[in-house]
C-alpha cells in the first residue's frame, strides 16, 4: 500500500540519531541539543506523514503501513511493524511530546555536572523503544521493546533525578517494571508453545481464537499483570509515585504522558483479542481495581506535599478511569479511553512541564516551599491552572470529552453492573477538583511565602523557550476540548475491531492489508 | 595388519584428534618448563596452547558430522568416547572458551610478573613465599590448564561412567592446583583450594560409590546398557537409587547446584581472578555436558525416579543462588552467587531432557562468554597491585572510566537478561523448551529468581553511575591485547548472540541429539 518503510523508520531514525548523540563529545553540549532535537522533529515530520497516509474509514484494514523483515526464524520472531488509530494517536502523542520534553529540559542540566548529551541520547533511546512497542505487530518484538525501554528511563530517573531518593526510586521503577516482565514472558512462551510457534500479531488474530478456559486465564493473567504494572493500576501502583517524584521534569512528562500509556493501550492490543474470554471473566476485578484507583489515588493525591508526586498520583486516578473505560466494552466508553490516553498525556505532559518551570525556579518540589508565587509569575501560575483544570476535565478542555465518554459507556454499559461503577467514578472528578484547586490555592494564592522575593528565578515569568515549549500543548488541549472528531475518527474503527472480540463476532473484522517488504 | 586390528578393535583417530591434540600440547608444555629458557617460556607456552586449543576447535569442525563411538569391536562401537552432536558442540564450545580463558591467564601487564606464584604450597606470608612473589609467575599453569581442558572434553564425550571418572579426575586434579597459586592474598588462595581439593574428592569418592551401586544393578557401567537395565534389570531397584543419587552428587557438586555449593564463593574469591573465569565458563560447560548425558543417555528410563529430588535442587539452586546474591558485597562472591543461580536455570535443562539439550547447550555457550568477560573486567579494576573486588570500591567508576562501565554494564544487563542480550536470548530458548516439556512450574520459579537476580546486578550499575567517586578510588588498568581481546570478545559474543542469534540456534538445533537415545 505504501511505497515508503516510514514504521521502519521512525523507530530507526530515534534509534540511529541516539547513537549519533551519544557519540558526540560532553564538551559540545549545544551540538548534543540541537541533534536531538533534530532528529525528534524528523520523527514528528514522519509520524505526520503517517497520520496523513492513513486510511481512516470504517472498513479500512486493522493495522496499515505494515512491514516485516525476517530477524530469528526459529522463534517467528520478524521486525513485523503495523499501525492502528489507538497507535497512531499515541505515536503522534510521543512524537509530539518528546521534542517539547527537550526543550523543557534545556538548560535544565547547566548547573549539574552530569552529561549533557548522555541525557538527550538517552531521551532519544526512550522514544523509539515507544515508538516500537505501539508499531510492533509481533509479540516477541513488542516484548523486547517494553522491556528495553526500561534501560534508558532507569538511567534518566537515576542518573539525572532529582532528590534524595533518585536511586531508590530508579531501582524500584526498574525491578517493579522488570517482574512484571518477567511474568510476562512466560505466559508470551507459554503462548508460543500452545499455538505451535506463532509470534505473528495478525495471524494469532486471524486464527480462530484460544479456548476458553485455565490455559487463557493464567496466559492473560500474565500479559495483564505486565500492563498493569506498567499503567499502573492500583494495587500495582507504587513505584510511580516515586519514579515520577524522582525523574526530571521532561523525564517526567514522557514516563506518566506516554511510557504508561504503553500498558493500556497494549491492553487492548493483546490482552482483549487474544485472550477475550479471559478478558470477560476478569472484567469485574478490574473495574473494581480500577474503581478503588480512581478513588483511592485522588484522596492521597490531596494530601501530598510534593507536587511531582502529587501529580503522579492524579495519573493514578486518571489511569482508573481509563481502565473503567476499556473494560466496560462498550464502544462510547473504549473510545473515551483511547481519547482519555491521547488527553491525559497532553494535560499531565503540560501539568509537569509546568511544574517542572517552577521547581527548577524555585530549586524545590515542596508545595510549602511556595505560597502566593503568582504575585510574580503570573503567565506561568495561569498556565499551572490551565493544566490543572484540563488535568481535571473541565467542559472545554480535552480530558472533559474523554471522561464523559467513559463515565457515558460505563453507565450505558451492559455487562458487570456498570451503574454504580459510573456514579462511584463520578465522585473521583469531586475530588480532582479538591486536590487541583487546593494545590493551586497552597502555591499561587493566600499569603506570599517571604522566602520567594529573595530568589530571582521566582521573579522570572515564562522564557520565549518556555512559551513555545506550553502554547502547542495548550492550543492542542483547547483544540481537541471543542472539536475532539479527529481523535474519535481515528480511534473509532479499531475500538471496534477489538470489541468485536468481545461479542464474538470476529468474522466482520475487515481484511488484513497485504505486508509490504517481505 | 597389527594385533589389535585383528581382534577387530577399530579406532577414530580423526574423532579423538581433539583431545589429543590438546594432551599433547599439555605434555609438550611440560617440555617447554624443562627446556626453554625462563625468559622465553611465557611466550612459547602461550602459543603452545592457543594454537593447540585452536587446532582442537578445527579438529572438532572436521567431525562435526560424525555420530558414533571413537572405539569400535568388529563395528559394533563400544561407548567410552562417543561423538555425537551435543558432545562436538560442547568441545567446540569448550576450545572457544578456554582459548579466551588462556589468554586471559597470559595477561602480564596489569600486574608485574602476572597474577601467579610458582609454587602453591609454600607456606602463606613465608620469606620463601614473599620472595617468590617477586619473580616472574609460573608458565606451569599452561600446561595444567590444557590438561584441564583436556579433561572436560573427554568428560562431555565420555559414553561410559568409568571413562567418565577419568575425565572428571583428569579435570579437577589441575584445577585445585591452579586455585592456589594466587599471587596476592595467599592464604585465601591456599584455603580455595584445599577447599576445592577437600570436597572435590568427597564428591569423587561418592562418584565411584555411585558408579558401583549403578553396576551392580546394570551389570554394566556403560549409559546406554544403565538405560536398558532401568527398563528390564531384575535387580533391586535400589541400587539404581543409591546410584543416581550418588551419581548426581559428584556432578551437582562441580556444577555448584544448592546444596552442594558450599565451596564455590570461597573458591571462586580466593582463586586467581583467571582461574575462577576458567572454572565459571569451562568447568560449567563440561559439567552440564556430562549431566546432560548421564541424564538423557542413561538415565531417562529411570526419570519417574529422579524427577522430583532434581526438581526440588533446581528450585532450591535458582532461589538460593539469587537470594545470597543480594547480600554480597564483593563482586567475585556476586558472581559466584549468579553463577550458581545460573546452574539452577540450567537443570531445568537437564530436567526437561531431549527436548531442551540443545538450548541448554546455547545457555551454555552465551553465559559461557558474558561470565569469562565479566571476570576478566574484575581482574583489570585494581586498588595499587590487588583487584578491588569489594563492591563499594567500584563507586563512580563511571566517571574514571566510562569504557569500562560501560562494558561492566552491558554485562551485567546481560546477566539480568535484558532483550537485546545473549542473556535473553539464552533464558527464552531455554525456558521455551522447558514449556514444551510441561515444566512450568520449574519455569516460573526461574522467572521469579531472575527477578531478584536482577537487583544485585543493578546495584552493581548503579554503583557505576549513580555514585560518587571515593578520592582514592581503584584505578582501572590499561590492559594488554590480551585481557583486552578477552573482553571483547566477550562483550562482542554477548551482544552478538543477543541480535542475531540465528546461526548458533540452528547449530544447536542440529546437534542436539545424543547417540543412544
Known amino acids: 500500500m505504501n511505497e515508503l518503510p516510514l514504521l521502519s523508520a521512525l523507530v530507526a531514525v530515534p534509534l540511529i540519531g541516539a547513537v549519533i548523540v551519544a557519540s558526540i563529545r560532553r564538551e559540545n553540549a549545544d551540538a548534543a541539543r540541537w541533534t536531538a532535537l533534530g532528529v525528534s522533529g524528523a520523527v514528528a515530520l514522519l509520524t505526520a506523514l503517517v497520520a496523513l497516509g492513513f486510511d481512516y474509514s470504517a472498513g479500512a484494514p486493522w493495522l496499515q503501513f505494515t512491514e ?74 513488542f516484548y523486547f521493546f517494553f522491556e528495553a525501554m526500561l534501560v534508558p528511563m532507569y538511567f534518566l530517573i537515576g542518573s539525572y533525578g532529582t532528590g534524595q531518593k533518585k536511586q531508590y526510586a530508579a531501582v524500584k521503577f526498574f525491578l517493579y517494571n522488570l517482574l512484571g516482565g518477567l511474568l510476562m514472558l512466560v505466559a508470551v512462551i507459554a503462548l508460543w508453545v500452545d499455538n505451535g510457534g506463532v509470534f505473528d500479531w495478525q495471524t494469532l488474530v486471524d486464527a480462530d ?129 483511547v481519547l482519555y490516553m491521547f488527553n491525559h498525556g497532553l494535560a499531565t505532559g503540560l501539568l509537569f512541564m509546568v511544574v517542572g518551570f517552577l521547581t527548577i525556579r524555585r530549586g524545590s518540589a515542596q508545595i510549602a516551599d511556595y505560597g502566593g508565587a503568582a504575585k510574580t509569575l503570573p503567565l506561568l501560575a495561569g498556565i499551572f491552572l490551565f493544566a490543572g483544570l484540563a488535568s481535571l476535565s473541565l467542559p472545554g478542555t480535552a480530558p472533559f470529552i474523554s471522561e464523559f465518554l467513559v463515565l457515558l459507556g460505563a453507565f450505558n454499559g451492559t455487562f458487570g453492573g456498570n451503574e454504580p461503577v459510573a456514579v462511584l467514578a463520578t465522585l473521583g472528578i469531586i475530588l480532582a477538583a479538591a486536590y487541583v484547586i487546593w494545590m493551586y490555592q497552597r502555591t499561587m494564592q493566600g499569603t506570599r511565602n517571604p522566602v520567594l522575593d529573595e530568589m530571582p528565578g521566582m521573579k522570572r515569568d515564562l522564557t520565549v523557550r518556555e512559551k513555545a515549549l506550553v502554547a502547542p500543548l495548550v492550543i492542542a488541549i483547547l483544540v481537541f476540548g471543542f472539536y475532539p472528531q479527529p481523535l474519535i475518527d481515528a480511534a473509532q474503527p479499531a475500538v471496534d475491531n477489538t470489541l468485536l472480540f468481545i461479542s464474538g463476532s470476529t468474522e466482520d473484522l475487515p481484511a488484513a492489508e497485504g505486508v509490504t517488504n517481505e | 595388519m597389527n594385533e589389535a586390528q585383528q581382534a577387530g578393535l577399530q579406532i577414530d583417530w580423526a574423532g579423538l584428534a581433539p583431545m589429543v591434540i590438546v594432551f599433547v600440547a599439555a605434555f609438550g608444555g611440560l617440555l617447554v618448563e624443562a627446556t626453554v629458557p625462563k625468559g622465553r617460556r611465557l611466550v612459547v607456552q602461550v602459543s603452545l596452547a592457543v594454537l593447540a586449543l585452536a587446532a582442537a576447535f578445527v579438529a572438532v569442525v572436521l567431525n562435526s558430522d ?47 610478573g602476572g597474577d601467579f606464584v610458582a609454587e602453591a604450597a609454600v607456606v602463606a606470608d613465608s620469606a620463601a613465599d614473599k620472595a617468590q612473589r617477586r619473580e616472574d609467575g609460573a608458565t606451569e599453569i599452561f600446561p595444567l590448564t590444557l590438561f584441564a581442558v583436556g579433561g572436560m572434553m573427554m568428560f562431555v564425550t565420555a559414553g561410559d561412567l568409568l571413562t567418565m571418572f577419568v575425565a572428571l579426575e583428569m579435570l579437577s586434579l589441575p584445577l585445585y592446583l591452579l586455585c592456589g597459586l594466587a599471587k596476592r592474598r595467599r592464604l585465601i588462595s591456599q584455603e580455595a583450594a584445599l577447599k576445592y581439593f577437600l570436597l572435590g574428592a568427597f564428591a569423587s569418592a561418592f562418584y565411584v560409590y555411585g558408579m558401583a551401586m549403578l553396576f551392580g544393578f546394570a551389570g554394566t557401567v556403560d549409559l546406554a546398557g544403565i538405560n536398558q537395565a532401568g527398563v528390564d534389570s531384575g535387580q533391586p531397584r535400589l541400587f539404581l537409587y543409591i546410584g543416581v543419587a550418588m551419581i548426581a552428587v559428584a556432578m551437582l557438586f562441580k556444577a555448584a547446584a544448592v546444596p552442594f555449593h558450599m565451596w564455590t564463593p570461597d ?40 524427577h522430583l529430588i532434581l526438581t526440588v535442587i533446581a528450585v532450591a539452586t535458582m532461589l538460593g543462588g539469587a537470594i545470597f546474591a543480594v547480600t554480597q558485597r564483593n563482586i567475585k562472591r556476586l558472581l559466584a552467587y549468579s553463577s550458581i543461580a545460573n546452574a539452577g536455570y540450567l537443570l531445568i535443562g537437564v530436567i526437561a531432557l531431549g527436548e531442551a539439550v540443545g538450548q541448554t547447550m546455547f545457555y551454555l555457550a552465551a553465559y559461557g562468554f558474558t561470565v569469562i568477560a565479566a571476570f576478566a573486567v574484575v581482574s583489570l579494576v585494581r586498588d595499587g597491585d590487588e583487584e578491588a573486588t569489594h563492591l563499594a570500591r567500584w563507586a563512580g567508576l563511571g566517571k574514571k572510566s566510562p569504557g569500562t562501565a560501560v562494558v561492566v554494564t552491558i554485562l551485567m544487563l546481560a546477566l539480568a537478561g535484558l532483550p537485546f542480550t545473549s542473556g535473553f536470548t539464552a533464558k ?54 590480551m585481557a583486552g581481546t578477552v573482553v571483547a570478545a566477550g562483550v562482542a559474543a554477548t551482544i552478538l548472540l543477543g541480535i542475531v542469534p540465528g546461526f548458533l540456534l540452528d547449530l544447536v538445533d542440529q546437534a542436539s541429539t545424543f547417540l543412544n537415545t
Request: hydrophobic share 60%; glycine share 8%.
Open chain 1, 68 to 141: 516485516s523483515y525476517t530477524w530469528i526464524d526459529a522463534w517467528d520472531l520478524n521486525l513485523s511493524w503495523g499501525i492502528d488509530g489507538i497507535a497512531l494517536l499515541l505515536v503522534i502523542l510521543t512524537a509530539g511530546l518528546t521534542p517539547i520534553a527537550m526543550l523543557a529540559a534545556w538548560r535544565d542540566l547547566d548547573s549539574v555536572k552530569r552529561s549533557v548529551p548522555a541525557f538527550f541520547a538517552l531521551i532519544l533511546a526512550l522514544e523509539a523503544a515507544m515508538l516500537a512497542t505501539f508499531l510492533a505487530s509481533n509479540v516477541l518484538l
Open chain 1, 209 to 337: 481464537p484460544m479456548a476458553a478456559g485455565t490455559l487463557q486465564n493464567w496466559l492473560f493473567l500474565g500479559f495483564f499483570l505486565a500492563f498493569a504494572i506498567k499503567a499502573p493500576f492500583f494495587p500495582f501502583h507504587t513505584w510511580l509515585p516515586d519514579a515520577g517524584g524522582a525523574a526530571p521534569a521532561a523525564a517526567a512528562a514522557l514516563l506518566v504522558g506516554v511510557m504508561d500509556k504503553i500498558g493500556t493501550f497494549a491492553i487492548l492490543r493483546y490482552c482483549i483479542p487474544l485472550f477475550p474470554d479471559a478478558t470477560k471473566t476478569f472484567a469485574p476485578w478490574v473495574i473494581g481495581m480500577s474503581v478503588i484507583g480512581v478513588l483511592y489515588a485522588a484522596f492521597v493525591a490531596i494530601g501530598q506535599t510534593d507536587l511531582k508526586r502529587l501529580v503522579a498520583y492524579t495519573s493514578i486516578a486518571h489511569f482508573g478511569f481509563i481502565g473503567i473505560g476499556i473494560f466496560a466494552f462498550t464502544q462510547e466508553a473504549a473510545t473515551g479511553a
Open chain 2, 66 to 112: 560424525k555420530h558414533g563411538t571413537a572405539f569400535s569391536i568388529e563395528g559394533v562401537g563400544i561407548g567410552s568416547v562417543v561423538l555425537d552432536g551435543p558432545g562436538l558442540f560442547l568441545q567446540g564450545t569448550l576450545a572457544i572458551l578456554s582459548i579466551i580463558a588462556v589468554l586471559l591467564l597470559a595477561e602480564r601487564r596489569t600486574t608485574r
Open chain 2, 267 to 306: 573458591v571462586y574469591t580466593g582463586a586467581p581472578t583467571p582461574v575462577t573465569a576458567l572454572m565459571a565458563a569451562c568447568v560449567k560447560v563440561a559439567a552440564f555436558g556430562g549431566l546432560l548425558r548421564v541424564f538423557n543417555v542413561g538415565l531417562a528410563s529411570s526419570a519417574w525416579d529422579w
Open chain 2, 428 to 481: 527464552f530458548s531455554l525456558f521455551a523448551a522447558a514449556l514444551q516439556a510441561d515444566e512450568l512450574g520449574l519455569v516460573i520459579v526461574g522467572v521469579v529468581s531472575s527477578a531478584i537476580l536482577a537487583f544485585p546486578y543493578l546495584k552493581v550499575v548503579v554503583l557505576l553511575w549513580l555514585n560518587e567517586p571515593a578520592p582514592d578510588a581503584p584505578t582501572v588498568n590499561l590492559p594488554s591485547p
